[in-house]
């Protein structure tokens, strides 16, 4: 049987300022511009087959929606027979404000009621029920000037849609092992959890077997520990991560599924027990990859694409803080347009707020040349960008081919995957 719901899309965040400082009338301004944009996305209507929200497996999922730092939206929640249970969140920034931390009578506090009424709203019911964030006014109660309609529910629903995309976090007996057929080449993905864990890592495929695994970052609670030395406290960690890369190299891609017992192939070393080691959020970062596809190709790679429903995405690349793109788009008729870098982060810089004559300002101008190449043509062209070199020009020596193509395919994949914003 197929649902239909009429979506109006919450939107283009108007503002990205800080609240300190501010008058509480000020506040809530900003924050009402906040949640409600500069612009309104036009009603859309969203068509899904029941069938498509059905058949996850037991247990606890978690997922993130993340744009460029200043919105972190982090979920948790359970499954049982497709029932939704246990929502909460981890991490809720909105704008630099950690709506977590907010107390009964600060002007923003209404907005964290909000946000635990969706957390209610779910609870007991089927997963088919996170279609209902795209209207939460019909559900939210009007709060202290803040209305249930313009709560960020599409936020929400993202980071919900990317916990199930990534798979059982902790699985609640036992749970399958299947997983599809990927080509070859080279994958990157990521777990992040408001930026105090960060697991990025990065593998190759060749007939769906592992290899070159390697983590391009491993934080957990402000600990760098790829810059950990031998003799240091938490080193044993970092040795038992190696581990986890050794017993993957070589292996089956399903083998990904033992890092949910890790207990079984990693030692203890210095009191810190093999069963312990963060398995799950190594899994999630290797599962994300997955469904981001191929960053770099090995040969030759299909560019077959599925459909997808009219209306606007938004995804987003992040590896470690260092490289941000975070990008919008819209689908109509499968074709690509109004494409925008909301975030163009590299090693540091912020490529958007470069001006002419600045070093850096050609890769700003290849960035736009992707978006010109793109607009209105069929989404399959987003496998042009494992080619950049075809279609961008070479500026002031830097060239079309070196490009980070690779980058804004993983983002723009992020968003389709994610579902309509």
């Known amino acids: 049987m197929k649902k239909v719901l009429l979506t109006a899309s919450a939107l283009v965040l108007a503002s990205g300022l800080a609240l300190t400082g501010c008058t509480a009338t000020e506040e809530l301004v900003t924050a009402q511009e906040d949640v409600i944009g500069e612009d309104i996305v036009e009603e859309t209507t969203t068509i899904y087959e029941e069938s498509e929200m059905e058949g996850y497996e037991d247990g606890r999922y978690r997922g993130i929606y993340g744009d460029g730092g200043e919105q972190q939206v982090s979920v948790q929640f359970d499954l049982e027979d497709n029932v939704i249970s246990n929502v909460s969140f981890r991490h809720l920034y909105y704008s630099g404000t950690d709506y977590r931390k907010l107390e009964e009578g600060e002007a923003l506090y209404p907005i964290l009621q909000q946000h635990e009424q969706i957390a209610e709203y779910l609870e007991g019911k089927p997963v088919s029920a996170i279609y209902d964030l795209y209207t939460p006014g019909d559900f939210i109660e009007d709060m202290d000037g803040f209305t249930g309609a313009s709560i960020r529910g599409s936020k929400i629903f993202s980071a919900i849609k990317d916990g199930l995309n990534r798979g059982l976090y902790s699985p609640a007996g036992d749970f399958s092992r299947t997983i599809g057929e990927y080509e070859d080449g080279r994958y990157r993905g990521i777990y992040g959890d408001g930026g105090e864990q960060q697991v990025s890592v990065q593998f190759d495929l060749e007939d769906n077997a592992i290899s070159n695994v390697s983590f391009r970052h491993l934080y957990y609670s402000g600990i760098d520990y790829r810059k950990l030395e ?192």
Do not use: C, W
């Open 230 to 421: 031998e003799g240091e406290a938490l080193y044993p960690i970092l040795q038992q991560h190696e581990q986890i890369i050794e017993y993957l190299e070589g292996k089956p891609l399903s083998a990904i599924f033992d890092l949910h017992t890790p207990g079984d192939f990693i030692e203890d070393m210095d009191g810190f027990t093999g069963a312990s080691i963060r398995g799950n959020k190594v899994f999630s970062g290797i599962k994300d990859g997955l469904n981001r596809g191929l960053y770099s190709p090995a040969g030759d790679f299909s560019r077959t694409i599925g459909e997808y429903e009219d209306g606007r995405y938004r995804g987003i690349y992040e590896d470690g803080g260092e490289q941000q793109v975070s990008i919008q788009f819209n689908v109509e008729g499968n074709r690509i347009s109004n494409i925008r870098f909301r975030h163009l982060y590299y090693s540091g810089t912020d490529y958007r707020k470069l001006e002419e004559g600045e070093v850096l300002y050609p890769i700003l101008q290849q960035h736009e040349q992707i978006i010109e190449y793109l607009e209105g043509k069929p989404l399959s062209a987003i496998f042009d960008l494992h080619t950049p070199g075809d279609f961008i020009e070479d500026i002031d020596t830097f060239t079309g081919a070196t490009i980070r193509g690779n980058k804004v395919f993983s983002s723009i994949v992020d968003g389709l995957n994610r579902g309509l914003y």
